[in-house]
Structure formats: structure tokens, C-alpha cells
T-cell receptor, first 112, second 115 residues
């Protein structure tokens, strides 16, 4: 069965700081990878996805993620965070024949 | 249009009530999902419908009863719930079932409180 771990439970940054949120999964086969964001009081929105091809994927709002197959990782990055990036971030994985599995989430707090 | 809509936004019900949650999408997606999300936790999969047929039930208690009247609509019927069932109930849809290269689109959820 798949499982997803996220390195940090809560990350606190100042505006303009760089962000990297870790995500690791356990599954030996081909996987699809996603990052979702949940702003306070809002629904889950897809930030970016990886299916195949270039392991560096760009998403909305200046986010990007890199798939490193050898490390089973899909870390999310943003060069300069804004106060409006304060949200809960979920990494998710699905593999052929399997359903989405979400990581436990990382709460990001950006201080103005 | 990448919108999944859910009604109602909020629902308060007693343990003896019967209520229903509704979900609708008009993206032509053939897979629809119900998730339960507790505060500060990830969504937990409850049910999956594929081509209007129930394909996955993740050991959900029978007090939750899903229904897919057509390819655009998904209902969740609630009966005799417990206070611990209070949560945000999310509906999602995708072009096809999990395992393919399809992302899921989520609705805003129904905040359910069982008193």
C-alpha cells in the first residue's frame, strides 16, 4: 500500500523567505504526484502535478516541485513566500489501481 | 469550468435526523468521490463512484449511504450519526478513476455538526 509522509508539521517563515516543504512516498511502481493547498476556510486547490516527463514541474502562484525518483521525494518550493501563502499544504500520491493517498499536511504560517 | 459545488455549506443535525449532502460537477468527469476531513487532518477517502457505480467503500459505517443519480450528481445520505461524525465532508471528481493520470477537483465541502 502507498503511504505519504511530510517532513514538517508546521513551518513559520517571514515574508520573502524561501520555502521548501518535504514530501516522501513509499511505493515502488509508477506514481502520479500532487500538491494541494487549502487556504483558511477554503477548499482544496491543486497547486501542481507530476505525471511523467520533466521532473521539475511548475504550478500556480509561483510554486514548483521536483520529483526525485531515487529518493521517492516530491518537494515543494517557492523562492519568496507572501503572507497570502499562509495555508495547509498536502502532498498526495496515486498509483495505478490505487486511490489518492494524502500526506498528513504541513501548515505554513507566513509572518508579515 | 473546473467547479465542484456542494450543498449545504453548513449542516447541524441531531443524532436521530436524516439529512443528505449534495455534490454536482459539470466537467464531464466520470469518477466522483466522498472524503471526510477532520480539523488539521488530511482528507480520508470514504466512497468512490466510477461511471455511476460504487467502486470503493472504505469500510464506512452504514449510517453513511452514498448515491449517484447520474454522472453529474453525487449524494451522501446521513442517518443516525454520532457526534464523532462531525467533520468537513468533501466531494471531488476526476476525469476517470484513480490510477490514471487524472487530478481530482474538490468542492468547498459541507461542514457537518452532529449534536
Amino acid at each position: 500500500a502507498q503511504s505519504v509522509s511530510q517532513h514538517n508539521h508546521h513551518v513559520i517563515l517571514s515574508e520573502a523567505a524561501s520555502l521548501e516543504l518535504g514530501c516522501n512516498y513509499s511505493y515502488g511502481g509508477t506514481v502520479n504526484l500532487f500538491w494541494y493547498v487549502q487556504y483558511p476556510g477554503q477548499h482544496l486547490q491543486l497547486l501542481l502535478k507530476y505525471f511523467s516527463g520533466d521532473p521539475l514541474v511548475k504550478g500556480i502562484k509561483g510554486f514548483e516541485a521536483e520529483f526525485i525518483k531515487s529518493k521517492f521525494s516530491f518537494n515543494l518550493r517557492k523562492p519568496s513566500v507572501q503572507w497570502s501563502d499562509t495555508a495547509e499544504y498536502f502532498c498526495a500520491v496515486n498509483a495505478r489501481g490505487q486511490n489518492f493517498v494524502f500526506g498528513p499536511g504541513t501548515r505554513l504560517s507566513v509572518l508579515p | 469550468d473546473t467547479e465542484v459545488t456542494q450543498t449545504p455549506k453548513h449542516l447541524v443535525m441531531g443524532m436521530t435526523n436524516k439529512k443528505s449532502l449534495k455534490c454536482e460537477q459539470h466537467m464531464g468527469h466520470r469518477a466522483m468521490y466522498w472524503y471526510k476531513q477532520k480539523a488539521k487532518k488530511p482528507p480520508e477517502l470514504m466512497f468512490v463512484y466510477s461511471y455511476e457505480k460504487l467502486s470503493i467503500n472504505e469500510s464506512v459505517p452504514s449510517r453513511f449511504s452514498p448515491e449517484c443519480p447520474n454522472s453529474s450528481l453525487l449524494n451522501l445520505h446521513l442517518h443516525a450519526l454520532q457526534p464523532e461524525d462531525s467533520a468537513l465532508y468533501l466531494c471531488a471528481s476526476s476525469q476517470d478513476v484513480a490510477g490514471g493520470t487524472y487530478e481530482q477537483y474538490f468542492g468547498p465541502g459541507t461542514r457537518l455538526t452532529v449534536t
